[in-house]
């Protein structure tokens, strides 16, 4: 890939983050905050609802699948850095949230970014064959 595509991918998984975290820090009590069975629903979709949403990107920008993995980390290194300094502040980024609910969220965070990685990866190793 090259560089401007790749500072491009960098860019929009920092508004990406940036916009997650605004949603989460307005909306996150709801989801994380809500009844067993509503939390385990949408932490089972969220991470198809955000990896189908990574694919599109990757599919709309032409990037081959032998580059997924490299791109997706790209889309998602910026979020991940970020989600590290918002867990460690919790009650100030996200005052909604309570600071009990900080596990459930990373637990969320996890989930999300190991499906969406573990599925670029499998298109790269996939595609090298």
């Known amino acids: 890939m090259k560089i ?24 996150g009590h709801r989801v994380l905050e809500t009844t067993p069975a509503r939390y385990w629903v949408s932490f089972a ?7 189908a949403f990574c694919i599109l990107i990757l599919r709309w920008r032409h990037i ?3 580059n997924w993995a490299v791109a997706m980390l ?19 980024f996200m005052p909604r949230i309570q600071e009990a609910s900080g596990g459930r969220y990373g637990a969320f965070l996890f989930a999300t970014y190991a499906v969406v990685l573990g599925i670029a990866e499998f298109a790269t190793l996939r595609s090298a064959r």
């Open 4 to 27: 401007q595509e790749c500072m491009w991918l960098l860019s929009l998984g920092l508004i990406i983050w940036i916009l997650g975290t605004i949603y989460y820090a307005y909306a």
């Open 45 to 51: 979709i969220s991470p198809i609802i955000c990896a």
């Open 64 to 66: 081959a699948p032998s």
């Open 74 to 92: 790209l889309l998602a290194i910026p979020g991940m850095v970020g989600e590290a300094a918002v867990l460690s502040h919790l009650g100030t």
